[in-house]
């Protein structure tokens, strides 16, 4: 049996994500919107080329369930178009699922569907248009595009941060790390997360990491670099990150414990090397799930 709010809630998705914008870093009032989606975006170096990351959650309460087989089943597919100015070079599509055993899960809006795209690609600018259709309806739903800039993720040989959860999970035989996967911000909650920074410049060794909220340093540390292959991949219905050390020339920055120090709100993230700023980053931190007033 089909849930009775599911023409309500597609009709209000529609109108919602008519006003949908994604960015590699939203403001603070954007993320305040109601989004049902939310999509993260990460690029990896590999060699001569990038591995690119599109992972997204949403809660089971936003999707469409019907009772099947002593529970109750629900997804999403997302179609991508792949453009470059104004031509088309490439489409991908992705579908995932899920079943749970009862009604009330359907209902939670602190359980999600989790799930990943990525692609290997030597293009430094270009954009994605996903559409979104949902399982157990034909309504399909065009959402804003995705634009990858290479020279603004990456620049000066330093990437954006990755956000993990601290705390390892066996993954594959593989210890991994929980990707916070909330639109590359860092969730203000009770668990504590780290940052991983991809190094694409090989002669950067060290640097010094400054952290700045509300025009105060809030911490400073010193870093040196890993040498390692970052794998993103699906785990459990989760995202997980994990570091391939073995034969890899690629390298990265990790910043342990770092919600720990910061407070709700922007922060300033500035990379010294030999004393002079060679990369400034802003990030967020952001209450998700903050009690309404």
Known sequence: MKRLAGTVLVFFLILSFHNYKLFAQPDQKELQNNTPVLFEKNVVPNGSSNLYYISFRIPLSELI?????????????????????NEIFDRATITKNIKVSSYDETKSRHHYLQGLFSFESTKEQFYLIPYLTFTNTQQSVKLDSISFDLKKLSSNGIGFPIVIENGEKNCGGNLSNTL???????????????????????????????????????????LNTNAGQLIIK????????????????????????????????????????????????????????????
């Open 180 to 222: 916070a996967n909330y639109r590359n911000t860092i969730p203000f909650s009770d668990k504590s997360y780290s940052l991983i920074i991809p190094v694409s410049d090989t002669s950067i060794t060290n640097a010094k990491v400054v952290f700045d909220q509300e025009n105060k340093i809030v911490f400073e540390r010193a």
């Open 65 to 85: 369930f019907i009772n099947k087989d002593n529970g109750y089943t629900g997804g999403l597919r997302l179609d991508f178009e792949f453009k470059n100015q």
């Open 234 to 293: 699906e785990c459990e219905n989760s995202v997980v990150a994990t570091i391939d050390s073995t034969g890899h020339s690629e390298k990265y920055f990790i910043i342990r414990n770092v919600s720990e120090k910061l407070s709700e709100g922007n922060v300033r993230v500035r990379f010294f090397h030999s004393d002079k700023v060679i990369k400034e980053i802003s990030l967020i931190v952001n209450w998700f799930d903050k009690p309404k007033s």
